[in-house]
Structure formats: structure tokens, C-alpha cells
């Protein structure tokens, strides 16, 4: 089995080190910060005895585990890694600098990956010789738990790397798509409205928070409703990203942030991990108006949104459609497909729906996708 190499010790880093040693690699996870190791292996250790307590795992199993993983705080021990993923904060100008390290240190046959949610894998892979070995490896929070990995190849990445790549994390039991190098991959991208339509009809005053968050699960099935799931992702990091994708599609309205979560990020009002969101988890659950046509209304909109999104995607060929709707399942825990929904309720009602919400508030962020007026003309589906 190749030995794996972890650079950043972090949230994201130490997961993914647990599972590359549970699956039996000899794994180096490397911090150059002080305490970052020492934290990721008290984390580790914890996270193994729950795994043990729940009957998971057995004693023996955890020992082998930790037996694979070798914590370090010098870089050399990479040395002999047939993959490396870095997971270190979101810099460009410190990644670029560690993957001129690392390049310099592994053998030329080595994959040097990142998972950078934000970043472009072509400005990363600039700062290797070899380019063509380099490759987004996107896990998703918390790693060893969430199914989903996106691959991403940069326009250097040769195929070889790519098959190479995909064939190591499917036999980590991940399911595994492959996105384009552009910003927020796919899931990242295609969700964007859930939040962003959600916030938008709160501000026009539709509902409250409980009321829509009501509408999305009850009535469409989603495991948690928008506000929720902010809180629970955190206000400062579900901003950060939509600030991100705006800017990175050179301010697509479409990815508008607002200044409803922009004001809850400045007000400390960061979500479960601070107490206090959207919510406030020290009182009881304010209660939804559980208005079935209203509620309707709602989910209709925000899905439909979300439809155009999947649909943009792939009018723009970021990922095949089973992929967009895998991705969309297995990394946000979606009911069902976007694109098969699609296909259940009508594409020509998604349109129709788009149209008036462009006409009443004669915004760009309501253009239909071309791929969705095409198919209404064809009379298509998805599938
Ligand atoms: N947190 C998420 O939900 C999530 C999900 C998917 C991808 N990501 C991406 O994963 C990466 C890491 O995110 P995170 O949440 O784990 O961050 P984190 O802050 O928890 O961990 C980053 C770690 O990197 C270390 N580090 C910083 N500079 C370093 C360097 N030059 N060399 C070695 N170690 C260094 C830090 O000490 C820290 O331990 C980012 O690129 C982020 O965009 C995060």
C-alpha cells in the first residue's frame, strides 16, 4: 500500500489522515504549527475511543491505526509519499509555497493534491514543475463521515493523475465525482440559492426563519432547513464561501451574499458554535407558521432556483448530470437529485416559475438557465 502524506493538521487535514490510516496506508500528517500536532492526536485519540465505545472499531484496531499515522513537524518525512493532500489554511501564496516544498522532496511519480475549497487548482499547480501531477482532492466536513470527494482537475492535470487520484479515494469508500476547476466545484456553486433565496425571503418579509426552515423540511424533505443548516455551518464560514463565489464569478449576481448574514457574522452571531444565529439556543425554538400554501410558495422558489443552478452547471459542462446529482445527495445530504426533481415536477414549471420571479423583480439573479429554456422548447428531461 503507498504511504499517504497529510500537510496541515487541521480540522480537515486530521480527518482525512484518519481515514487514509484506517484504510490501512502508512500516513505522515504533518503541522508546522506549535500544538497543532499534539492537538490532532488528543483529537484523534478521542475520536478513536468513541469510535471504540460505540463498537465501531475494537482496541486493537485503534492501536493499528494510530500505529500508521506518524505526527510530525518536519516536512522531510513526506519523503517516499505516493500521494500528499494539503489541507492548511486557505492562503494561496503559503499553498504555492508548500507545493514548491513538497514537489522537491517526493518522488516524481507522487500526486501532490489539495483540498482547498476556494482556491483554483491551476494557480495552485503553478508552483510545480510538474503540473501535471497536481489535482483537487475536495473532502467535505467532517471527513471521515461525509461520503462525497470531488475531484477536480486543473487544466495541467493529465489523466493519468486524475484516474490515478479517483482510483485511490473510491478505494477509501468515498463516492467520488469529478468537477471542473472553477469556484465552489459543484457543491459549493450549485447550492449557493439555498441560502441566498432563503435570506432573500426573509428580508422581503415572506417569513421568518422557522417558517421557511419548516417549509424546506416538511414539505421538501430537506434534513435541516437553511437557517439551521447556517447556524450550524457557521455564519463567518457560510459567508466567507458565498463571498468567495461572488467574487470569483467576477460578481455574478446570482451569488449575491447579503447583508442579513453579513450583519450576523459582525455581530459575533456566528451560530451553534457561539449560541446564538439565526437562533438563539438558549431559548426554546421560536414555532413556524405552518401555512401549507405559503409554505409551498417558499420551498417552489428556492427549489426552483436550485434547479437552475444544477442545470447551469451543467449547460456549462462543470460535471456530468449523474455527478451533479450525486454531488448534491452525498455532500449536502439533498432528498433527491436536482436534475431528476427536475424531471418530477415539471422542468417547464421550474421555467415558468423563473420567469415571473425575473419579471417582478426584473433581476439577473432570476435568468433561467439557456440549457432550461432549450429543454421546455424540445419538451426534454434530464433523464
Ligand atoms: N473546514 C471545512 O469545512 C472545509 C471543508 C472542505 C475543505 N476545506 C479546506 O481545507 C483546508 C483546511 O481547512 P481546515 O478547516 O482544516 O483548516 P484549519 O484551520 O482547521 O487547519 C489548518 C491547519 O494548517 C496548519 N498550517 C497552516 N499553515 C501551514 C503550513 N504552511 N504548513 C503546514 N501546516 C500549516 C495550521 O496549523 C492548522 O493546523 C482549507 O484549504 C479549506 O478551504 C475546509
Known amino acids: 500500500m503507498i504511504k499517504v502524506s497529510v500537510i496541515g493538521a487541521g480540522t480537515m487535514g486530521s480527518g482525512i489522515a484518519q481515514i487514509a490510516a484506517t484504510k490501512g496506508h502508512k500516513v505522515c ?28 472499531i475494537t482496541k486493537e ?3 493499528n491505526i494510530l500505529n500508521k499515522i506518524s505526527f510530525t513537524k518536519d516536512i522531510r ?23 514548491k516544498t513538497i514537489e522537491d522532496l517526493v518522488d516524481a511519480d507522487c500526486i501532490i493534491a489539495s483540498n482547498t475549497s476556494s482556491l483554483s487548482i491551476a494557480s495552485i499547480s503553478g508552483a510545480c514543475e510538474k503540473a501535471e501531477r497536481v489535482i483537487g482532492i475536495h473532502f467535505f466536513n467532517p471527513a471521515p463521515l461525509m461520503p462525497l470527494v470531488e475531484i477536480i482537475p486543473s487544466v495541467q492535470t493529465s489523466k493519468k493523475t486524475m484516474d490515478h487520484a479517483k482510483s485511490i479515494i473510491d478505494s477509501w469508500g468515498k463516492i467520488t465525482v469529478i468537477a471542473k476547476d472553477t469556484p465552489g466545484f459543484i457543491v459549493n456553486r450549485v447550492a449557493r440559492p439555498f ?3 432563503a435570506i432573500r425571503i426573509y428580508e422581503e418579509g415572506i417569513a421568518d426563519f422557522a417558517t421557511i426552515d ?3 423540511k416538511e414539505l421538501g ?6 437557517f439551521e443548516l447556517m447556524d450550524y455551518i457557521g455564519n463567518d464560514i457560510n459567508y466567507t464561501v458565498t463571498e468567495t463565489v461572488f467574487t470569483a464569478f467576477y460578481y455574478d449576481s ?4 447579503s447583508f442579513t448574514q453579513r450583519r450576523m457574522m459582525e455581530a459575533g452571531y456566528l451560530g451553534r458554535k457561539s449560541g446564538r444565529g439565526y437562533y438563539d439556543y438558549s431559548k426554546d425554538m421560536p414555532k413556524a407558521n405552518q401555512d401549507r400554501n405559503l409554505g409551498k410558495k417558499i420551498l417552489w422558489r428556492i427549489l426552483s432556483m436550485l434547479i437552475n443552478e444544477a442545470a447551469d452547471a451543467l449547460f456549462l459542462n462543470i460535471a456530468t448530470k449523474g455527478d451533479i446529482d450525486l454531488a448534491m445527495t452525498k455532500g449536502v ?25 425575473q419579471e417582478e423583480y426584473g433581476e439577473d439573479r432570476y435568468r433561467p438557465s439557456p440549457l432550461i429554456k432549450r429543454m421546455v422548447k424540445d419538451n426534454a428531461t434530464f433523464y
Open 29 to 56: 500528517l504533518y503541522d508546522t504549527f506549535d500544538g497543532a500536532i499534539e492537538n490532532a492526536q488528543k483529537k484523534l485519540n478521542k475520536i478513536l475511543n468513541r469510535l471504540i465505545e460505540k463498537e465501531k
Open 61 to 63: 484496531e485503534k492501536e
Open 77 to 99: 518525512e513526506i519523503k517516499g509519499s505516493k500521494l500528499v493532500i494539503e489541507a492548511i489554511i486557505e492562503n494561496l501564496d503559503l499553498k504555492k509555497k508548500l507545493f
Open 195 to 197: 441560502y441566498g433565496e
Open 214 to 216: 419548516w417549509s424546506l
Open 221 to 226: 424533505g430537506f434534513r435541516m432547513g437553511p
Open 254 to 257: 446570482r451569488y449575491k451574499p
Open 333 to 357: 445530504n439533498y432528498p433527491k437529485g436536482l436534475l431528476s426533481w427536475a424531471d418530477e415536477i415539471g422542468i417547464n414549471n421550474v421555467l415558468e416559475e423563473l420567469k415571473k420571479l
